[in-house]
């Protein structure tokens, strides 16, 4: 920022050119540099890799586990992105009560790598006993 006196008049002349080209740079810096996740919500998961590309758009309801087995029920409703807490016991109900307004009954599971398979398949079959058609499995892509 240059402070100069005006050469006729011998006001002083603020130059805010670089500094407003500095506030650019910084505001361009920060929205490259931020990741948004919408789809996953606050929960922090280890999604196994695969090569097939992963989900991109949640148009069904999508059950997020983390490695301690904290369960979300993550789903849209009326346009809105909603997520509930949930665990094992009262999945099947809170999954079943979502289902029934939907066309498509499709359930996409994003659970940490870290969890046992014997405990995926129990969410697995608790989601089909609750009326899921199809089941998805999130995965990250492989680099």
Do not use: C, W
């Not at 002349?13 to 540099?33: H, N, Q, R, S, Y």
């Not at 016991?89 to 870290?114: C, F, H, P, Q, Y």
């Amino acid at each position: 920022m240059k402070i100069e006196r005006h050469k006729k008049r011998g006001e002083l002349i603020l130059e805010l050119t670089p500094l407003i080209d500095v506030v650019f740079l910084l505001l361009i810096f920060f929205l490259v540099a931020t990741t948004f996740d919408e789809m996953r919500g606050g929960i922090k998961i280890d999604l196994p890799q695969s090569t097939i590309k992963e989900i991109s758009d949640i148009k069904e309801i999508q059950v997020i586990i983390d490695k301690n087995k904290n369960m979300v029920l993550h789903y849209k409703d009326k346009g809105k992105t909603e997520e509930v807490n949930v665990d094992k016991n009262n999945l099947k109900d809170k999954l079943s009560e979502r289902l029934g307004n939907m066309k498509e009954k499709n359930v996409i599971i994003s659970a940490d790598k870290s969890l046992d398979y014997g405990y995926i398949v129990d969410v697995m079959t608790i989601s089909k006993e609750a009326g899921a058609q199809s089941l998805d499995i999130d995965t990250s892509k492989k680099k």
